[in-house]
């Protein structure tokens, strides 16, 4: 079943625009048997010699000309704009879905797919509404229009021309059937090219490295081709389509002057009267080619329809309760009970049984080797997933009954991988805030070692960054990243490999703005240098999902077990 139905509440939202839109629209097609008749008037009196009623029909011609164009200026814009309006809206709403969806889905979904589907796909539904409003219901009510004023000039020829109508619906439906399915395929081969194109150009150095580049030109000729050879079969659809219809509407107008010549001989039909009717018909021709076009680009647009509610039918696995607690004012007391995790339902828990509480102002370091749940213990506080037993509290209150929002804004993350956003630097240090002072942003920044090089740019903070800031270097952005972190002022901090890409000195000024805003917060240290793990008032040591040891530096090294293996190995360059 189409999914088009699925539109009508974003259309009616316009309904006011829609309407002016066809009432413009009536006015313009009354026009066209007006047009009709007074087309065969002027034949006549071209015939007769009559150079005054020619100059009258010839005025009134003008007239009808000026009021019909009025008319269609109007359909056309108040049809624009309420299309226009019909897209932003559905953009809008996709868009915010997207953000309720949970972290899970974006890290299977392709980032090229998304962009397509948000820009191209809605964009088509925007142009088949368009040509739906503008286009389509004018054509239908010409053919309406024209067809009454045939049947009422000559009803037995207008009846015996349209014998052949049910066969060319028959095969306007079949030809755009097999379109709709071509151009499904086709946007989903564009999709991954889109998708292949946001991959190469994101590690782009990383292909240069490599000498990777026959390789990727090679992958993307090839899913060039599957999108050329899919759009390739819908072009030749459409062509077959356009020959075979093309064939019957011509054959139709053949049988229509061997019915018009009978009639006109038998007496049933006069000169001007046959004049008139095929000034009629040769106003069907326009209309049934652009209804017949547009069936075709509204089976091509069902595929865009399609595609763009398979996104709103994605549910997100992390959900808010109705009425959520508002978390303010918090000590920033963690605790974990009997949590059990896995990334999916059947697959092995990558957390078993965590049971541990976080004080106040306490540094919790976590150490194990790669893949023992460090991260993921951290990503649970912040909800960007759901423990599958257990539950998580921040002072004792269970996070699940909590305002995503209001949890989310009491913990500051700084990751391994700095992202940064195109705009300027106050911009990035604000990120999230559409209204900011700029001493609190350089307050932040000072915290964060990063004042003083954000200064020597000539703009200072105003210093637009490229995208994902390559113009600084690693530990700059880094520093940008702190000062975002702390300008909410979290009582929770998670560092997760915050030092670990960084050169000596640029660690060196890192390491003194985490240590300068861990103060009076509770942290959570995941890091493999000694220093940040030394200093933590706790370690807690993870295995296979599994806290199998618990107490701070020293402690851990006298008993001689997996943290003192950890550091043997991992630590010895300190």
Known sequence: MSNYWRLIPYIRSQSKTIILAFFCTIIFT??????????????????????????????VAAIV?????????????FMAQAALKITLDI?????????????????????GDLSYRLTEDIDRIGEVINKFFHQFVPCILQLIVVLSYMLILNWQLTIASLIIAPLMAFLIGFFGEQ?????????????????????????????????????????F???????????FMAEKVKAIQFVVV???QAMSVVFLFFLGGWQISTGNLTGSEFISYVAGVALLIDPISITTSNYNEFKQGEASVDRIFELMAIKPTIIEEKNPIILENITGKVEYKNVTFAYNLEGKNVLKNINFIANPGETIALVGASGAGKSTLVNLLPRFYNPNEGEILIDGINIAH??????????????????????????NIAFGKAEFELKDIEAAAKLANA????????????????????NLSGGQRQRIAIARAILYNPSILILDEATSALDSESEKLVQEALERIMENRTVFVIAHRLATVRRADRILVLEDGIIVEDGNHQELLEKQGRYASFHAQQFVDF
């Open 30 to 59: 009354i026009f066209w048997p007006i047009l009709a008749e007074l087309a065969g008037e002027m034949a006549g009196y071209i015939g007769e010699g009559n150079l005054q009623a020619i100059a009258q029909s010839a005025g």
């Open 246 to 248: 093309g064939f019957l």
């Open 402 to 427: 909590v305002s995503l929002k209001s949890l989310r804004k009491q913990i500051g993350i700084v990751l391994q991988e700095t992202i940064l956003f195109s705009g300027t630097i106050a911009e």
């Open 451 to 470: 004042n003083e090089f954000i200064r020597k740019f000539t703009e200072g903070y105003g210093t637009i960054l490229g995208e994902r800031g390559v």
């Open 179 to 219: 379109l709709r399915k071509l151009s499904y395929k086709s946007q989903q081969q564009i999709s991954t090219l889109s998708s292949l194109l946001t991959e190469v150009f994101s590690g782009i150095k990383l292909i240069k490295a490599f000498a990777a580049s026959d390789y990727e030109i090679h992958r």
């Open 221 to 231: 000729a090839t899913e060039a081709e599957k999108n050329r050879r899919s759009k």
């Open 91 to 111: 953009r809008k709403t996709i868009y915010t879905h997207l953000h309720s969806l949970s972290l899970n889905y974006f890290e299977k979904s392709k980032t």
């Open 65 to 77: 000309f000026f009021l019909r164009g009025a008319a269609q200026y109007g359909q056309d814009t």
